[in-house]
């Protein structure tokens, strides 16, 4: 084990620095069988898209497009586009020109225009958006100098309460006492259905979920305050869904509240996401349930969040991240995941490879939680090698209420049946909580390690590794034998492991 000096420190730095440069600097290098559109913020939907010349304009018109597989959709380098994309089976969605890749935002416009917002509170410098607007996981200033912190009140029984003391009706005057905090009111559309049983109705989060923010801005009217402001809303930008063979390259997708790539619970097949910048992912409401009893010491309103950058949920087959930064994600910067519920579910030849990413919550999530019966259900071919995973559980994602969560790769504790599972030439670099949660039912379904760098803080933790048929694998501290605890209990014999005595 040695030190995490200031070589070392200056080494990885300039590792971590090269290999963003040249994600955010990558060209344009894909096949096209079949036509290519061109899509730029200066075109006209009433082209015919097949020129740059006589480029379409907006997303919806690429969503309606009536796209073959083996076409491209090439959006305009240096432009920005706003709202969402429906995939096509077998297309490309790519970058064109020169100069930066090509910017998709979730939300409609700005926020940062002084008539979009009216003084609601005076006294306690709340200001109101004027508009109804879809729920915000936050609010990002002047691209990410600062960020919101979400106020959110549990719904039990036809009445918002403070999370933590139900007893108590939650008043957003009283809670908004930091600079910047919004809360965003919604109980328009009531549903029943995830409320646990007890048939009580909690407003239902859904593409229609239109409700009032307010946001407290202490130096005035904050469209005057900030230059940009931007909303992370609950949209997924590129919406995969069962289309098989998609592959997204060199597009720079930021402020999405829901996901930024997702396949919504359909099968995914031949999935590839390339040389993607993606950015300020997630926080927006799941939904609301009603009382939880493991939730967090029991008999409160349960809210759940999400948000990743690239999700798979079910089964999946041929799927590849690469070369793609990814950063301040609310959970997960990739993932693959599924709870069975009795049905059989594969996940087969998942790659993550040479991506970099930096203060999500979890760089890596997967999970096989196999329930209801279900025993045929696996993991296969699964590769995580190459990939500069930083700072897990330090982004604004940890406003969270579980903040014992992060980690760089996120296994939690299921049956996660798999075979042919390796992780390995990673770097792993300081997480606030677990570097590693990889746990199995089996002991033959934990991933090999080797030659994966470990840089912890000392007496943090490594984390847990192993079977948990019997027992759940000890937790590993990060102390004076974290290297050989990395090589007996983990198996990589081959690690290099860094000690970095500052903290945060």
């Known amino acids: 084990m040695f030190a995490y000096n200031e070589e070392i420190s200056t080494k990885i730095e300039k590792l971590c620095q090269k290999r963003k440069q040249e994600i955010l600097c990558s060209e344009t290098n894909i096949e096209?069988?079949?036509?290519?559109?061109?899509?730029?913020?200066?075109?006209?939907?009433?082209?015919?898209?097949?020129?740059?010349?006589?480029?379409?304009?907006?997303?919806?018109?690429?969503?309606?497009?009536?796209?073959?597989?083996?076409?491209?959709?090439?959006?305009?380098?240096?432009?920005?586009?706003?709202?969402?994309?429906?995939?096509?089976?077998?297309?490309?969605?790519?970058a064109y020109g020169i100069g930066d890749k090509p910017k998709f935002y979730g939300w409609d416009r700005s926020l940062a225009d002084p008539s979009l917002w009216t003084e609601y509170d005076k006294v306690h410098h709340i200001w109101k958006l004027s508009e109804k607007i879809l729920d915000p996981g936050t609010l990002v200033f002047n691209g990410g100098e600062k960020h919101s912190i979400k106020l959110i009140p549990s719904y039990i029984r036809g009445k918002f309460v403070c999370r933590n003391d139900e007893a108590k009706l939650f008043d957003m005057r009283n809670e908004m006492i930091r600079d910047l905090d919004i809360y965003w009111h919604f109980e328009d559309i009531m549903t029943e259905e995830p409320s646990?049983?007890?048939?009580?109705?909690v407003p239902k989060m859904c593409d229609s979920s239109l409700g009032d923010l307010y946001l407290r801005c202490d130096k005035g009217n904050p469209g005057e305050i900030f230059n940009s402001i931007e909303a992370l809303v609950r949209r997924i930008m590129f919406f995969v869904g069962s289309n098989e063979n998609v592959h997204i390259d060199n597009l720079c997708l930021k402020y999405i509240g829901f996901h930024a790539i997702a396949s919504g619970g359909r099968v995914t097949?031949?999935?590839?996401?390339?040389?993607?910048?993606?950015?300020?992912?997630?926080?927006?409401?799941?939904?609301?349930?009603?009382?939880?009893?493991?939730?967090?010491?029991?008999?409160?309103?349960?809210?759940?969040?999400?948000?990743?950058?690239?999700?798979?949920?079910?089964?999946?087959?041929?799927?590849?991240?690469?070369?793609?930064?990814?950063?301040?994600?609310?959970?997960?910067?990739?993932?693959?995941?599924?709870?069975?519920?009795?049905?059989?579910?594969?996940?087969?030849n998942v790659l993550y490879k040479d991506n970099l990413v930096e203060n999500c919550v979890y760089s890596i999530?997967?999970?096989?939680?196999?329930?209801?019966?279900?025993?045929?259900?696996?993991?296969?071919?699964?590769?995580?090698?190459?990939?500069?995973?930083?700072?897990?559980?330090?982004?604004?994602?940890?406003?969270?209420?579980?903040?014992?969560?992060?980690?760089?790769?996120?296994?939690?504790?299921?049956?996660?049946?798999?075979?042919a599972f390796r992780i390995h030439h990673n770097i792993f670099d300081r997480s606030a909580y677990r570097m590693l949660h990889l746990v199995a039912e089996k002991p033959e379904s934990c991933p090999e390690m080797f030659k994966n760098t470990y840089i912890q803080h000392f007496g943090g933790m490594i984390g847990q590794y192993g079977a948990n048929e019997e027992k759940e694998p000890d937790v590993l501290i990060f102390d004076e034998n974290a290297?050989?605890?990395?090589?007996?209990?983990?198996?990589?014999?081959?690690?290099?492991?860094?000690?970095?005595?500052?903290?945060f």
């Open 483 to 503: 290297e050989e605890k990395i090589n007996n209990i983990l198996g990589d014999k081959t690690a290099e492991v860094y000690v970095h005595k500052e903290n």
């Open 196 to 201: 646990k049983g007890e048939n009580f109705p």
């Open 269 to 348: 097949r031949g999935l590839k996401v390339t040389n993607c910048e993606i950015g300020w992912i997630g926080g927006t409401i799941q939904h609301y349930l009603g009382t939880d009893p493991n939730y967090p010491q029991g008999g409160r309103g349960t809210v759940t969040r999400f948000g990743n950058g690239v999700e798979i949920y079910g089964s999946c087959e041929n799927y590849t991240v690469e070369n793609c930064y990814i950063y301040q994600c609310y959970d997960a910067a990739m993932t693959h995941q599924v709870t069975t519920f009795g049905k059989k579910h594969t996940m087969k």
């Open 32 to 94: 096209i069988k079949g036509n290519a559109y061109y899509v730029s913020s200066a075109g006209n939907d009433e082209n015919d898209g097949l020129s740059p010349q006589t480029a379409w304009k907006t997303l919806s018109k690429v969503s309606s497009a009536d796209l073959k597989d083996g076409d491209a959709v090439l959006f305009k380098r240096g432009d920005l586009f706003r709202g969402k994309v429906s995939a096509r089976q077998g297309v490309t969605y790519s």
């Open 365 to 419: 999530e997967y999970f096989l939680e196999m329930n209801n019966g279900d025993s045929e259900s696996y993991m296969e071919n699964i590769v995580m090698c190459g990939n500069f995973l930083r700072l897990s559980g330090y982004g604004w994602g940890q406003q969270r209420h579980n903040v014992d969560t992060p980690a760089h790769i996120k296994g939690w504790s299921y049956t996660n049946k798999a075979s």
